[in-house]
C-alpha cells in the first residue's frame, strides 16, 4: 500500500514537471489535415505504412488510431493496458490502434529497439508497436510527449488529437473516453466534440543535433 501510495506521489510530482516543461508542439498536423503516411519497422520485423493496415476484421480501416508512446515514461507505462483494452475494443468496429515509439534510444536505452521486442511480447501488445527510428515521423503529428494520440479518418484525415481519457493516473476514476467518444462522432457523421483535448505525458526525447 506505501509502495502504491508513494508511486502516486511520485506521479503527481512528475505530472507538474511535465506540464510545466514540456514546449507545445511546433508545426505539425491540425484537425482537417490529411495525416502523413510512414514506413517504419514494427517489433516483428517488418515495414508498415498506414496503408498495410487491417482492422480485427481482415478489413480495409474506418479509421487509424495512432499513439506516439514508450516502454520508459511512467504515464506511458500506466497507458499501456487501457491502449491494448482500446485496440480490442475499437479494431472490431474499424479503428485499429498503431503505437509509434518515437524517443532517441541514445538518451532513453530503455526504448531502443530491442527493449521494444520485449516489452510488447511480455505485455502481449495486440496492436503494431513501431520504431520511429531517425525521429522524422512524429514531428509532421506534430506530437511532444508519450502517450499522445491522433485519430484519422479512413481518407487519414485527423478528426481528433491529444489524450485517450480524461484522467492520466487512475482508470478506475476515468468518466469521459475522448478516443471512443470521438469514433461514436464519426459513426454518426459527425465532427468529434472536443476535437482537441490536452495530452499529459513525458516530453519524446530528441537526439540534439
Same mark, same amino acid.
Given at each position: ?15 507538474? +514537471?511535465? $506540464?510545466?516543461?514540456?514546449? *507545445?508542439?511546433? /508545426?505539425?498536423?491540425?484537425? /482537417? ?40 515514461? @511512467? ?10 483494452? &482500446? ?14 515509439? !518515437?524517443?532517441? *534510444?541514445? &538518451? ?17 501488445? !495486440? ?11 512524429? @514531428?509532421?503529428? /506534430? ?8 485519430? &484519422?479518418?479512413?481518407?487519414? +484525415?485527423?478528426?481528433?488529437? /491529444? ?12 468518466? +469521459? ?16 466534440? !472536443? ?8 516530453? $519524446? ?5
Amino acid at each position: 500500500m506505501k509502495r502504491i501510495f508513494g508511486f502516486s506521489l511520485a506521479l503527481a510530482a512528475l505530472a507538474a +514537471v511535465v $506540464i510545466a516543461a514540456t514546449a *507545445p508542439a511546433v /508545426g505539425g498536423i491540425k484537425i /482537417g489535415d490529411k495525416a502523413p503516411d510512414f514506413k517504419l519497422k514494427g517489433v516483428d520485423g517488418k515495414t508498415y505504412s498506414l496503408a498495410d493496415i487491417k482492422d480485427a476484421n481482415g478489413k480495409t480501416p474506418k479509421g487509424y488510431i495512432v499513439t506516439f508512446t514508450c516502454n520508459t515514461c @511512467p504515464f506511458a507505462v500506466l497507458y499501456e493496458d487501457r491502449i491494448i483494452a &482500446l485496440h480490442k475494443k475499437t479494431s472490431i468496429m474499424g479503428y485499429p490502434v498503431v503505437a509509434i515509439q !518515437p524517443n532517441d *534510444p541514445a &538518451l532513453k536505452p530503455g526504448d531502443d529497439f530491442a527493449a521494444m521486442q520485449q516489452r510488447s511480447k511480455e505485455k502481449n501488445f !495486440p496492436f503494431l508497436y513501431l520504431f520511429d527510428d531517425g525521429q522524422k515521423v512524429f @514531428p509532421q503529428y /506534430g506530437a511532444s510527449r508519450t502517450p499522445e494520440f491522433y485519430v &484519422l479518418d479512413k481518407n487519414m +484525415v485527423l478528426r481528433y488529437t /491529444g489524450a485517450l481519457d480524461d484522467n492520466a493516473e487512475d482508470p478506475a476514476a476515468v468518466k +469521459v473516453n475522448y478516443i471512443e467518444m470521438a469514433i461514436k462522432y464519426m459513426e454518426n457523421n459527425q465532427a468529434p466534440d !472536443p476535437a482537441i483535448t490536452k495530452a499529459i505525458g513525458c516530453s $519524446i526525447k530528441v537526439k540534439k543535433s
